[in-house]
């Protein structure tokens, strides 16, 4: 009788570390779910973050290029005004 009583304690206790060993796996597999998750997201912030560095990337080279624009625009303004000033002359010294 007592042996059998040990035997049945034991497998209560075996019983009882199964269930807990369950219950252990359980929460780690929560905790891994909401990991996922939160990567999931954080990857996704991220890739929006990427595509708003492309776009501006892309509009600072917009601006580049009309800025170089603009100084072709000022450097040839500038030799017009240069040809401008010596017909000028030209027509100061000829009176």
């Known amino acids: ?11 209560d206790e075996i019983l009882r570390d199964f269930e807990n060993l369950e219950r252990h796996i359980d ?6 779910g909401k990991q996922g998750k939160a990567l999931g997201e954080r990857n996704k912030t991220i890739k929006e973050q990427g595509k708003a560095l ?3 990337g892309k509009a600072l080279g917009e601006k580049d ?5 603009k100084d072709k ?3 040839e303004q500038g030799k017009v005004l240069e040809e401008l000033r010596k017909q000028l002359q030209r027509l100061q010294v000829s009176k």
């Open 54 to 56: 492309e776009e501006q």
């Open 65 to 69: 290029k009309a800025l170089e624009e």
């Open 73 to 75: 625009t000022i450097e």
């Open 27 to 32: 929460h780690q597999e929560e905790i891994i």
């Open 1 to 11: 009788n007592e042996d059998i009583r040990d035997v049945m304690d034991v497998e």
